[in-house]
């Protein structure tokens, strides 16, 4: 084999072994995700989802208000380490009785965690959708808090019914610079919400 011929197959099988590694490595980095909910999970829940991981699972206390209202115990989790942290909560409202409209879920447990700031909201928006099959709603906004210490922060919400509770999911960080993270999980989730087998 002639060296120019050589020196080509070498290059080619370069580019081709790059090129490969750098598929591997972007699709490494969009694979690594986990599922959450349904029994045995570690929030128990009537639905599944996709979250990306590295996750832990932030123990919350079960207030009075969540007690009254379901069956299932909150579920508190925090994505992703550092600046990209990216927290994720799930409410089931569930009187026992039957699901409740979902717009009006997501503005119930919108009120009972932002009354402090609710005169600092701006970039607000309400829709009504389908979700997994099943009739939801979701709505954002941003928050400027009074104190200049905290930072302004952006939160995702949606509500979906199903047969016979409405899950309420919110995403959000505290952390600047964390926005596009929080649409790509809040995005990931919405599209992977199935009900739980």
């Known amino acids: 084999m002639s060296s120019r011929i050589r020196r080509w197959t070498a290059g080619v099988l370069g580019t081709a072994l790059l090129a490969g590694a750098a598929l591997y490595y972007a699709r490494d980095e969009g694979d690594h995700v986990a599922s ?36 299932y115990a909150p579920c508190d989790v925090v994505l992703g380490t550092g600046k990209a942290t990216v927290g994720l909560w799930v409410r089931v409202y569930d009187t026992g009785k039957k699901a409740a409209d979902p717009l009006k879920a997501l503005l119930d447990y919108d009120g009972q965690g932002m009354n402090n700031y609710g005169e600092y909201y701006h970039d607000e928006y309400e829709n009504r959708l389908t979700i997994a099959g099943h009739p939801a709603a979701e709505m954002g906004y941003t928050v400027q808090p ?12 949606f509500a979906v019914v199903t047969p016979d509770t409405t899950i309420v999911l919110g995403v959000g960080s505290d952390n600047p610079g964390a926005d596009e993270r929080t649409q790509k999980v809040y995005d990931q989730v919405k599209s992977s919400i199935r009900l739980a087998s």
């Open 36 to 71: 959450l909910g349904g029994a045995r999970s570690a929030c128990e829940l009537p639905v599944t989802f996709k979250i990306p991981t590295p996750w832990k699972n932030k123990q919350s206390e079960r207030d009075t208000d969540d007690g009254k209202r379901s069956r």
């Open 146 to 157: 009074p104190d200049p210490n905290v930072s302004t922060f952006r939160r995702r919400m």
